[in-house]
């Protein structure tokens, strides 16, 4: 689903460069829960804004669906995101103007769904996520773990390939944190390919397999430890 | 789609309250401002153009040179207009209308009677000329018989409110003669250079008048107007009409070197391009219309730029909601569309805003006109026009940079917080800023010019004294004499006269000979008694005033400098002026005083004794009245005691000087008056502009605020700091604002015959008055944000 070859990003400034992404190489398949960690500055971020076709990486090869997209333009990265990516924030950036009900309806708008589509997938994604009593709430009146269940509402609601989270429970408490993450956990269960970017290894734990990057190159790749037991248990 | 824009426009507008308000402000007024002037360019432009052939519709006027010096008159003798109809083909339509200046008695019974201004004598023609409708009676006859009249419908309503005016009689005049009413017409259209409240038929004229209506130089004081058959070519006809005036008029100053030439001037060119002095309704000028045009189009500039400059100042709130959204899918053209809804919506509610403030500010802004506009006389197309202007061309102008840069912003930037355009590099909104200082300090500049020049008119020396003096109109010398014999018995005259004019009011105009000049001068001429010069407060020159109202003094003349200068006396007193046949001796030379308005220089005047004014010159005579101990209010009932008393069947016509010597200011006071509201609003604006932006720049500084403080700033450096940077462009505005307003206003300055020096100080005054209101207001708005805990400002980023 997603292959990398030799994948730099080089940020330049007059006087710096700075390489924050050195040939990284990796395959993820359909289906998959991959975590990302690493210590701060180490690349995770720009890794992620690549996979998410925000950004285009300096050099290497990117492969997403089969396809080449390095060398896109914004246009066509725009609409490759909007249809086979949802994302997930540290800080939910839900609009704040906006209720749970518009946030979650905002991408499939720009997918041009029709009114009563919209309110249909919406509403059945918020009753999914057991947050449909909150629809006509703003963002400032619900705690921040619900605030990142609308976030991820509003990931999912146009059935994408891939979510890509960033430190989605960075911001909550424990509680609230486990609750996100057995949202994605369901999610890749039904099918979802899941990226995560974090910290925790708690966190990473739910993933199926961690990529450790240290000074933009991968050191390791491996099994999460969670997993590895519950696939021993399961055996 | 539209909807979703639509919905997050309005929710936009409502979570930033500040912001929206100054737009819905700012926006609203500046279209109001446009709206009211647009009516008032309109109507400018419009005027005189409502009749149906207006553009083939030519009033005659006279180009006279004498000896080079060049008069132009709007009149034409009553002979001229029948001759040129009858020798020119293209000529197919002549019509003469005659005004006398003064206000017309209208008697309903022996005790009751109104004054009414502008009643005209209007030929039969006046109907096929001009495009006024004639309600009632018909348009062929309603002017044709002697002691015919038309009363405008007001005035019928007025006089009949109860009855059917048609066919009633009224008697006119201080010889209260009798008309039939024969028609009604339409009140005058305000756009109108022709101003009637009633129509005399015009051989009532002839009826009641002794001057001689058929000779080409005699009797020039009507109004002829000529249609042209379409497609003539007028600078021919012009050209054709030269033999005609030599045979009519010319011959008879053949080597005197006067001329006369008949001139066709466009009807609709008399309210802008008109060069006579004085018209039926004061005229205006193009550029005014041009001052004004450009004054709406400033106060549309600010509110613009104020919309833009504060949509980019809060973009950065919304930068986040902008990466977001293209996060999730929405292109360029989603942004614009979205951000373009919302100044669309903004410009719409903006401009209904308006219109309520136009329906509102409408009675003052005529009051100080002295206009009738209204929105509802707008014809159906402008509002087409206007809402094209306004929400199409102006909202997309204002809403499509703001769009467009905020829908070039990187989500990955934004996402990181870097959304901010990186220091030293050129930001639009500081290009928004200088030019709205820019502006605002020209007007100040040109507000104050304006203010200065009209208190100057009002104030300056005229040369006589204006003030406790109130001119009542008589009709006969004799007249006057009894009421001057009347009134003098009273302990509150202070002193009075007699005179066939005074200053500010018609006077004649004449040519005189002069002894060793060939042909002479033209001079102005009144006739006065003896007490004129002390009641008016006038001095002498040189020489002496009359010694007494007796026929003695009927060969004697006094001038004023100007008449000395345009002769080139040296030693004026003894010399002659020769008028009629008479010879009349120099006895005494006047310091110059402003008879005229001061929109003219002062021009020769020569002053006779009023014994001695010719029987052919007929009414009115003026008594001036110098009166103290006693208040205005109450002189008027005072005269009208002593007026009942001897004329009990005369209306008394009379005015205070000092009020009518300031109607002669009139539109230029209200020129000023709407000049200086105007630019009020347009600062108001521009600083609602400043609060925003200053109010969003605090914002944004707050940590930096925080920063400083935490390392030992104090409240004071860095409130400078915050407002070092509006002085840099206030500064720049300055130098470039300030020569350009200085430029413009020496050339308006240029265009009286009394004008103020250019005060400099208004350049220096307009740029600390920018300043200081700025300053104000940025460290109003940074104050708080200043005084801030470092703790919070810096927690909040």
């Known amino acids: 689903m997603i292959k990398t070859v030799e994948l730099t990003k080089v940020f330049r400034t007059e006087e710096v460069e700075t390489t924050a992404l050195n040939k990284v190489c990796f395959e993820i398949g359909e289906g998959e829960f991959v975590a990302i960690m690493g210590p701060s500055g180490c690349g995770k971020s720009t890794l992620l804004n690549i996979l998410g076709l925000l950004d285009n990486p300096s050099g290497g090869q990117y492969f997403f669906l089969d396809h080449e997209v390095s060398g896109h333009s914004e246009k066509q990265r725009a609409n490759l995101r909007k249809r086979n990516i949802g994302f997930v924030f540290q800080n939910f950036n839900l609009i704040d103007e906006l209720s749970v009900f518009e946030n979650v309806e905002l991408p499939l708008i720009y997918l041009g769904y029709s009114s009563a589509e919209r309110k249909q997938r919406v509403e059945e994604v918020l009753e999914q996520m057991q947050i449909m009593h909150r629809k006509n709430h703003f963002p400032l009146q619900l705690s921040g773990g619900q605030?990142?269940?609308?976030?991820?509402?509003?990931?999912?609601?146009?059935?994408?390939?891939?979510?890509?989270?960033?430190?989605?429970?960075?911001?909550?408490?424990?509680?609230?944190?486990?609750?996100?993450?057995n949202l994605l956990e369901t999610l890749n269960k039904n099918g979802t390919t899941i990226i995560m970017v974090t910290h925790s290894q708690r966190d990473a734990s739910y993933a199926q397999r961690i990529i450790r990057l240290f000074d933009g190159q991968i050191v390791t790749e491996d099994k999460s430890t969670e997993f590895v037991l519950a696939a021993a248990a399961a055996q | 789609m539209f909807k979703h824009y639509l919905i997050t426009a309005l929710k936009v507008s409502r979570r930033h309250p500040l912001f929206s308000l100054i737009n819905f402000f700012g926006l609203a007024t500046a279209i109001a401002v446009c709206l009211m002037i647009f009516l008032y360019v309109h109507r400018e432009l419009t005027f005189d153009r409502f009749h149906e052939n207006a553009e083939d519709i030519y009033r005659i006027s006279l180009h006279m040179n004498i000896q080079g010096e060049?008069?132009?008159?709007?009149?034409?003798?009553?002979?001229?207009?029948?001759?040129?109809?009858?020798?020119?083909?293209?000529?197919?339509?002549?019509?003469?209308?005659s005004h006398w200046y003064e206000p017309v008695t209208i008697w309903q019974d022996d005790d009751r009677y109104m004054s009414v201004e502008y009643g005209l004598y209007a030929e039969s023609t006046f109907f096929d000329m001009f495009s006024f409708r004639l309600l009632r009676g018909n348009t062929k006859t309603a002017l044709e018989d002697p002691y015919s009249l038309v009363l405008s419908e007001t005035l019928a309503h007025e006089l009949f409110p109860h009855a059917d005016p048609m066919g009633q009689v009224l008697r006119l005049g201080s010889r209260q003669q009798a008309y039939r009413i024969t028609g009604i017409i339409e009140d005058c259209p305000s756009n109108s250079h022709i101003r009637y409240n009633l129509l005399r038929s015009y051989p009532s004229l002839l009826e009641t008048s002794s001057a001689n209506f058929y000779e080409w130089d005699a009797n020039i004081n009507a109004m002829t107007y000529v249609k042209l058959a379409p497609g003539s070519d007028v600078a021919q006809l012009k050209e054709k009409t030269k033999p005609l005036t030599y045979e009519k008029v010319n011959y008879k100053f053949e080597g005197m070197g006067v001329n006369i030439a008949i001139g066709y001037f466009p009807i609709t060119d008399i309210r802008l391009h008109s060069p006579f002095g004085a018209d039926m309704v004061e005229t205006g000028t193009i550029s005014k219309v041009w001052i004004f045009s450009a004054v709406a189009l400033f106060v549309l500039f600010i509110a613009g730029f104020n919309y833009v400059n504060l949509t980019i100042a809060k973009s950065g709130k919304r930068a986040r909601e902008v990466g977001l959204r293209k996060v999730l899918g929405a292109n360029k053209l989603n942004l614009t569309r979205q951000f373009y809804t919302e100044t669309l919506l903004i410009t719409g509610i903006s401009?209904?805003?308006?219109?309520?403030?136009?329906?509102?500010?409408?009675?003052?802004?005529?009051?100080?006109l002295g206009t009738q506009l209204s929105l509802a006389d707008t014809p159906w197309w402008s509002w087409v026009v206007i809402l094209f202007i306004f929400v199409g061309?102006?909202?997309?102008?204002?809403?499509?940079?703001?769009?467009?840069?905020?829908?070039?912003?990187?989500?990955?930037?934004?996402?990181?917080?870097?959304f901010w355009n990186k220091p030293g590099r050129f930001q639009p909104r500081n290009l928004l800023l200088l030019i709205q200082f820019m502006v605002s300090m020209a007007l100040i500049v040109c507000t104050l010019v304006v203010t200065l020049q009209i208190r100057h008119l009002y104030n300056r020396d005229l040369g006589f004294n204006s003030?406790?003096?109130?001119?009542?109109?008589?009709?006969?010398?004799?007249?006057?004499?009894?009421?001057?014999?009347?009134?003098?018995?009273?302990?509150?005259?202070?002193?009075?006269?007699?005179?066939?004019?005074?200053?500010?009011?018609?006077?004649?105009?004449?040519?005189?000979?002069?002894q060793g000049m060939e042909p002479g001068i033209m001079t102005s001429r009144i006739w006065t008694d003896?007490?004129?010069?002390?009641?008016?407060?006038?001095?002498?020159?040189?020489?002496?005033?009359?010694?007494?109202?007796?026929?003695?003094?009927?060969?004697?003349?006094?001038?004023?400098?100007?008449?000395?200068?345009?002769?080139?006396?040296?030693?004026p007193i003894g010399k002659t002026v020769g008028r009629g046949g008479y010879e009349y001796r120099v006895i005494g030379v006047l310091q110059d005083f402003h008879y005229q308005s001061l929109h003219h220089e002062i021009e020769p005047l020569m002053v006779n004794i009023l014994s001695s004014r010719p029987n052919y010159l007929e009414r009115p005579y003026w008594v001036v009245s110098d009166y103290s101990d006693i208040n205005e209010s109450e002189v008027v009932p005072a005269i009208g005691d002593v007026w009942k008393d001897l004329f009990p069947n005369k209306a008394l016509s009379y005015h205070f000087l000092s009020e009518h010597l300031q109607m002669q200011y009139v539109n230029e006071r209200s020129f000023g008056r709407l000049f200086m509201g105007f630019t009020i609003l347009a600062i108001i604006i521009a600083m609602l502009g400043v609060l925003g932006l200053s109010s969003f720049m605090a914002q944004q500084k707050q940590k930096e605020m925080g920063i400083r403080k935490v390392l030992g700033a104090s409240l004071i450096s860095i409130l400078s700091g915050m407002a070092s940077g509006f002085v840099k462009w206030v500064l720049v505005a300055a130098i470039i604002a300030l020569p350009l307003a200085y430029w413009y206003m020496e050339k308006w300055l240029a265009e009286f015959?009394?004008?103020?020096?250019?005060?400099?100080?208004?350049?220096?005054?307009?740029?600390?008055?920018?300043?200081?209101?700025?300053?104000?207001?940025?460290?109003?708005?940074?104050?708080?944000?200043?005084?801030?805990?470092?703790?919070?400002?810096?927690?909040?980023?």
Not at chain 2, 74 to 91: K, N, T, Y
Not at chain 2, 475 to 496: F, I, K, M, S
């Open chain 1, 147 to 181: 605030q990142q269940r609308v976030a991820v509402c509003r990931a999912v609601v146009t059935k994408p390939h891939i979510i890509l989270a960033d430190e989605p429970t960075g911001n909550l408490d424990s509680t609230h944190g486990d609750e996100v993450m």
């Open chain 2, 70 to 97: 060049v008069m132009d008159e709007p009149v034409s003798s009553h002979a001229m207009g029948p001759d040129i109809l009858q020798e020119f083909p293209e000529v197919i339509e002549m019509t003469r209308l």
């Open chain 2, 351 to 368: 401009f209904i805003l308006g219109l309520l403030l136009v329906e509102f500010s409408m009675p003052l802004f005529n009051h100080t």
């Open chain 2, 393 to 418: 061309v102006f909202g997309m102008l204002a809403g499509l940079y703001p769009a467009w840069f905020m829908a070039a912003f990187q989500p990955v930037k934004i996402l990181k917080g870097e």
């Open chain 2, 467 to 514: 003030k406790g003096l109130v001119v009542i109109e008589t009709d006969t010398y004799e007249e006057a004499t009894l009421l001057l014999n009347a009134l003098e018995g009273y302990p509150w005259v202070r002193n009075q006269a007699a005179g066939s004019s005074f200053p500010g009011g018609n006077i004649y105009m004449e040519g005189v000979e002069i």
């Open chain 2, 530 to 571: 003896y007490n004129y010069k002390d009641a008016m407060g006038l001095q002498m020159y040189e020489g002496h005033w009359f010694s007494g109202d007796g026929e003695f003094e009927a060969e004697n003349v006094i001038v004023n400098q100007a008449f000395v200068r345009k002769t080139g006396w040296d030693d």
């Open chain 2, 753 to 797: 015959a009394y004008a103020i020096d250019f005060p400099s100080w208004t350049l220096l005054a307009a740029a600390v008055a920018m300043l200081i209101l700025s300053m104000s207001i940025v460290i109003f708005q940074s104050y708080r944000a200043a005084n801030t805990s470092p703790v919070e400002s810096l927690a909040c980023e």
